[in-house]
C-alpha cells in the first residue's frame, strides 16, 4: 500500500525517496535515488555516503533519473544545503602561494560532518 512518509538519501539529501534506504536491522531497500542514481544495498556496500556524494559533484551533481524528472527549480548544491550536508559553497581562488589561479566556475564545496 503507498504511503505518504517519504525519507531522505544519506547522499545527495533528495527528500522523496518511497522506503529508508535502511531499516533498523540494517536491511538496505535496493531502492535507487532518482536524484544521485545511488542504490542502496549495492553502491553504498563498498564506499559510505561521503565517499558517493563527493563522487555524484565530482561528476557534475547530474539528475540521474531518466523516468523521474526533477523537481521544479531543482538545485543540487540547494538539496545538498537544506539537508545540512553541505555548509557552503565559495568560488575557489588564486592561492597566493602558488600563484595558480582557480578556472572560471569552480567552487569549494565545505561539507558537514
Request: charged share 25%; proline share 11%.
Amino acid at each position: 500500500m503507498p504511503s505518504d512518509k517519504h525519507y531522505v538519501c544519506p547522499v545527495c539529501g533528495y527528500k522523496r525517496l518511497t522506503e529508508p534506504p535502511r531499516d533498523s536491522h540494517g536491511c538496505a531497500s535496493f531502492e535507487i535515488c532518482p536524484s544521485c542514481g545511488t542504490e542502496f544495498g549495492n553502491d553504498d556496500f563498498t564506499k559510505n555516503a561521503d565517499e558517493l556524494r563527493l563522487a555524484w559533484l565530482r561528476s557534475g551533481a547530474p539528475w540521474w533519473s531518466k523516468a523521474i524528472k526533477p523537481p521544479k527549480n531543482w538545485n543540487p548544491v540547494m538539496q545538498l544545503r537544506e539537508s545540512g550536508m553541505l555548509e557552503a559553497v565559495v568560488p575557489a581562488r588564486q592561492s597566493p602561494d602558488r600563484g595558480n589561479a582557480a578556472k572560471p566556475g569552480s567552487e569549494v564545496f565545505l561539507f558537514s560532518v
